[in-house]
């Protein structure tokens, strides 16, 4: 009788739950559009959007810039600041 019980009392908490759960999802998205909607949400948005299309190129050549000069720094590390020449390797055969 108890097992019965607590499907019972599970399968009624599920149902309630599940209508709440959904009563606050839709007052959230509801308030998620109004947001998306205001005038002035809408212009910060596109405010944003222009500053950044108009900071791509610098920051891209900056990127470019520090991943060269870090690519050149960890290649010094590694070959110890010169290439070997050949007479340093070990031949074959």
Do not use: N
């Not at 947001?35 to 944003?48: E, T």
């Amino acid at each position: 009788m108890s097992k019965i019980i607590t499907l019972a009392a599970a399968a009624t908490g599920y149902v309630l739950g599940a209508r709440a759960g959904r009563e606050r999802y839709e007052q959230i998205t509801d308030q998620a559009q109004r947001f998306w909607r205001d005038p002035r949400v809408r212009q910060a948005a596109s405010d944003a959007k222009h500053t950044a299309a108009e900071k791509a190129p610098v920051v891209k050549d900056k990127v470019v810039q520090t991943a060269s000069s870090a690519a050149g720094s960890v290649s010094d590390r590694v070959t110890g600041g010169s290439e070997p020449d050949s007479s340093d390797r070990p031949t074959s055969g």
